[in-house]
């Protein structure tokens, strides 16, 4: 019995042993099939930047809306070219309507971000396709180039002239803002005004304030109004709901042109059909021209495009609608372009200048020639042809890079003059008896000052000299100390004159030392007094 047992046990172990065997056989010739048949991608090389995305092998884009009356099979070639819903990209649609664009040779194709949920397209994805050729051109903004640069900016449409606008509550100064929570639509031009506005007074986005991104203009001044935020960042009509919890204007666009949108073109395009592009070129100032002339014919023309939910431009309404749109918009002209692609040094410092402001706020920016991200060719040759030249201005004609862009002063009242920032870099030592810069002062108003005076317009710096009052007592008198105070206030203007910011932009004053400083003969304190001061100002905030 014993021995029967023993053998039963024999006999299910060697049973069990083959089952085990065979079951881990089945298993790995299993396993051997499923991984021959899976396609492993390549490895990544390197890691992607946060401003370079890299494009999907088969990205599509949806498919371009075209005019009424577009014929496929007439041997003309099409241009592809993306924007938003904004006042001053109606130009393509009302070159399509126009017919403008087969009167130069193409059809023009536009992709309306936003349309409809075929027309959702990130940001990465609309670089993507421009870098790829699928897409020729794309109007967006100039920051936003500076971070990614998916392609070469050969046109300047406009700068924002107040559309923009940071509102506060309990905030007098850009330097008030330490400390306190800021919301604004994640991803948007009012991101940047953030940023640019907190570089002003040297505020680092990442510690020195709270940054609370929503996901429209609209939620981040919900947020503002429920008091969970103490300054809000947008741009109209929404951010005037702000007023609603006491917000109001610190700073706009008006006073800070810093949003410039321009053209952006494929450097496929450039590179492969440069005749075409230039073709678009003309298209679009014959297009502009047009609506200058007759801009009411305009307006109605871009009403018949259709989609006027979108446009926010509707037939019984057009004029009213359109010229709401450009009342805040500074539009660029040919004549406009064409001076400032005569010499792109500005616009190439505006783009290093937002490459500084992104990289201040802890996004990776793109290595690249920044001479190489603008083409002045297409601009020069539209502005070579008379036929394009308006006889007529803009809604808002007050583009600043223009030859003719004037500040007016003659209203300005000094004593009415609000402070907007103490500059970081407000003083500056001097040398005893001295009132010239040294290089390296020369150098911190380079970075600290020019940057926000070029690129403003209705902003005033408030320059106060003051000068040591040496003793022993009776070797000077006061109107003497307060004479050398102002000369070196003055040198500070002179310099930031002869950088090309205009001398009505200035208040230059002076001030004597602490009485307590007055006839010392000792050198640290001497040192203290020899100072300029830099307040920047605004008037009817």
């Known amino acids: 019995m014993e021995g029967l047992e023993r053998t039963r046990l024999i006999f299910l172990v060697i049973v069990g ?32 930047s946060q401003s370079q995305p890299v494009p999907t092998t088969h990205l599509e884009s949806p498919p371009p809306i075209f005019a009424p009356d577009y014929k496929p099979d007439d041997g003309l070639p099409v241009y592809i070219c993306g924007a938003d819903s904004f006042g001053s990209y109606f130009v393509l649609q009302h070159m399509q309507m126009a017919g403008k664009d087969v009167a130069h040779g193409f059809h023009l194709g536009i992709i309306p971000f936003s349309l409809n ?56 100064t850009i ?36 940054l609370l ?34 917000g109001v204007p610190l700073l706009s666009s008006n006073q800070l042109r810093i949003i410039i949108d321009v053209i952006v073109t494929s450097r496929h395009s450039i590179a492969n059909k440069a ?20 801009f009411d014919g305009a307006a109605r023309q871009i009403a018949a495009w259709g989609h006027n939910d979108w446009t926010y431009v509707y037939p019984e309404s057009a004029s009213d609608d359109l010229r709401a749109w450009l009342k805040s918009v500074a539009q660029a002209d040919l004549g406009d372009n064409a001076f400032v692609m005569r010499d792109p040094r500005p616009l190439i410092n505006r783009l290093e ?77 001097f040398l005893p008896e001295s009132t010239e810069l040294t290089l390296e002062s020369r150098r911190i108003l380079d970075d600290c000052v020019l940057p926000t005076l070029s690129q403003s317009v209705g902003l005033f710096l408030r320059v106060k000299g003051c000068a040591a009052w040496p003793g022993p007592p009776g070797t000077y008198t006061k109107e003497e ?46 040192a203290e007094d020899r100072y300029v001061e830099m307040t920047l100002v605004t008037v009817g905030r």
């Open 17 to 48: 042993l083959a089952l085990l065997i065979a079951c881990i056989a089945v298993g790995y010739n299993v396993i051997s099939r499923l991984s021959a048949g899976r396609a492993f991608p390549p490895p990544v090389q390197g890691t992607p």
């Open 117 to 172: 949920e075929q027309y959702e397209i990130s940001e990465e994805q609309r670089g993507a396709l421009l870098r790829s050729g699928q897409w020729d051109c794309m109007l967006a903004t100039l920051e936003s180039i500076a971070l990614s640069s998916p392609g070469v900016v050969t046109a300047i449409v406009d700068e924002s002239a107040g559309a923009d606008q940071l509102w506060v509550r309990g905030i007098s």
């Open 175 to 210: 330097n008030d803002l330490k400390g306190k929570r800021i919301t604004f639509s994640r991803g948007s031009v009012g991101e940047y005004f953030v940023y640019y506005t907190l570089s002003i007074a040297r505020l680092n986005p990442r510690f020195d304030v709270t």
């Open 213 to 246: 991104p929503q996901d429209s203009v609209a939620e981040a001044v919900a947020f503002f109004n429920s008091g969970q935020a103490d300054a809000v960042s947008g741009w109209e009509p929404d951010i005037y709901e702000a007023k609603k919890s006491g």
């Open 275 to 294: 005749d075409l592009v230039q073709a678009f070129h003309d298209a679009w100032f014959d297009t502009l021209k047009a609506q200058l002339e007759d």
């Open 353 to 429: 200048i937002a490459r500084r402001v992104w990289a201040a706020a802890g996004f990776t920016v793109e290595d690249v020639d920044v001479t190489s991200l603008v083409n002045p060719g297409f601009v020069s040759r539209s502005a070579a042809q008379a036929s394009l030249q308006a006889n007529a201005n803009p809604v808002n004609d007050t583009f600043s890079l223009s030859a003719s862009a004037q500040l007016d002063v003659a209203s300005i009242n000094p004593d009415e003059a609000a402070t907007l920032a103490v500059l970081p870099c407000r003083r500056f030592t």
């Open 481 to 526: 100390i307060l004479e050398f105070a102002r000369a070196r206030a003055q040198s500070v203007v002179d310099y930031l004159v002869s950088q090309g910011i205009d001398p009505a932009r200035f208040i230059v004053e002076a001030t004597l030392p602490p009485e307590e400083h007055w006839e010392t003969e000792d050198p640290a304190i001497q």
